[in-house]
């Protein structure tokens, strides 16, 4: 199984401040990585595809980085309604998996 | 564009049998290039992957429940379903259906979620 770590936990951010989230896989996964984003009370929502493609009507201030083990989200400026927890999760190898989650709050 | 949505009892009791049942809109279970997925999150944690299920009856399972988990499809009443054996408190979390379309670009990733079900498992 493919463990996916996610550092910090947590990510202490005022609005408008750059946001950078960490993902490490446990084993190299290719570009095979998506990031969710999970409000309170929310299901998921795709926010990032294959490491750094953007889904359908997600802003351009989200974009995916890395390959490998390695991805990192960055979120450029961010906006109130950005603050929540995001997930990464791997589809290079069963049982897919996602990681334990960053929570990015309001400093 | 493809709603979910998720129905089923929220308690249920230690070493019963939890089922739910997934109902798809804007959509057809009996789609060829679609994937039906079954996620679960206990409070407070992170999101465990369960199953998916293909219209032709095809499944993959997590092998931690593997053995006492059924999926299946309902195409007369475009559902798919949830049946876990056994459950103890440790399965008590939120059920998400959630499902993609391997012939979006966005394929095997999960695009459409349902808005989750809460399951208690207890006595």
């Known amino acids: 199984e493919v463990v996916l770590t996610q550092s910090p936990a947590t990510l202490s951010l005022s609005p408008g401040d750059r946001a950078a989230l960490s993902c490490r896989a446990s084993h190299y996964i290719s570009t095979y990585l998506a990031w969710y984003q999970q409000r309170p009370g929310q299901a998921p929502r795709l926010l990032i595809y294959?490491?750094?493609n953007r889904a359908t009507g997600i802003p351009a201030r989200f974009s995916g980085s890395g390959s490998g083990t390695d991805f990192t989200l960055t979120i450029s400026s961010l906006e109130p309604e950005d603050f929540a927890v995001y997930y990464c999760q791997q589809r290079n190898n069963w049982p897919r998996t996602f990681g334990g989650g960053t929570k990015v709050e309001i400093k | 564009q493809v709603q979910l949505k998720e129905s089923g009892p929220g308690l249920v009791k230690p070493s019963q049998t939890l089922s739910l049942t997934c109902t798809v809109s804007?959509?057809?279970?009996?789609?060829?290039?679609?994937?039906w997925t079954w996620i679960r999150q206990p409070a407070g944690k992170g999101l465990e992957w369960i199953g998916r299920?293909?219209?032709?009856?095809?499944?993959d399972s997590n092998p931690s429940l593997q053995s006492r988990l059924t999926i299946s499809v309902d195409t007369s009443k475009n559902q798919f379903s949830l049946r876990l054996t056994s459950v103890t408190a440790a399965d008590t979390a939120v059920y998400y259906c959630?499902?993609?379309?391997?012939?979006?670009?966005?394929?095997?990733?999960?695009?459409?979620w349902g808005q989750g079900a809460l399951v208690a498992v207890s006595s």
């Open positions: 299920i293909h219209a032709s009856g095809t499944t």
């Open positions: 959630a499902s993609y379309d391997i012939l979006t670009g966005s394929a095997y990733y999960f695009d459409y």
């Open positions: 804007g959509g057809s279970v009996s789609s060829g290039s679609h994937y």
């Open positions: 294959d490491a750094s």
